[in-house]
Each structure stands twice: as C-alpha cells, then as structure tokens.
C-alpha cells in the first residue's frame, strides 16, 4: 500500500484515484499518521457486500411473490408554485 501525505494527495488527487483504482488501497497520511484509506469502488463493493443488483435484491425481497400489492397515490391537484 502507498503512503500519501495529505498536502500531495490534495495536488495530485486524479493520481491517487487512479492508484487505488490499479494498484490497489492508498494510505492517507497527516503528521506521519495514517488517517484514511483510498480504494476503488470495485474493492468497496465487494469488502461491503454490495456487488447485488438492484433487480437482485428486489427479487429477494419478501414482497416478491405477492401479487395484490396496491399502493395508494394522492390524486390531488399539484402544488400552486409562482414563478
């Protein structure tokens, strides 16, 4: 993992994303500290859980099989709005 100390990482920010996005996470440094850490989106899917789609997860749903589902609309007229 890459050290970047904060003052490069606010010059060379596009940099940076691309690191994570190829080479992998990217440690964030302030005073020597590590403070954060920079992974692509494909990494933070996959360590969070979050590589379902969202027709996937609406078939899991347990409302997926029932089919007299009404939902109610407000058939009210629009909001006055003045220009």
């Given at each position: ?7 490069t ?27 954060a ?27 997926a ?12 007229l ?6």
């Amino acid at each position: 993992m890459q050290n970047w100390q904060m003052q490069t990482t606010k010059a060379r920010f596009w940099e940076l994303l691309r690191h994570a996005t190829r080479e992998g996470p990217q440690n964030i440094t302030v005073d020597g500290q590590s403070v954060a850490v920079i992974v692509s989106r494909e990494l933070f899917d996959r360590l969070s859980g979050n590589e379902q789609s969202l027709a996937d997860f609406m078939r899991a749903s347990p409302l997926a099989d029932q089919d007299g589902i009404e939902f109610e609309r407000d058939r009210g007229l629009p909001r006055e709005v003045s220009f």
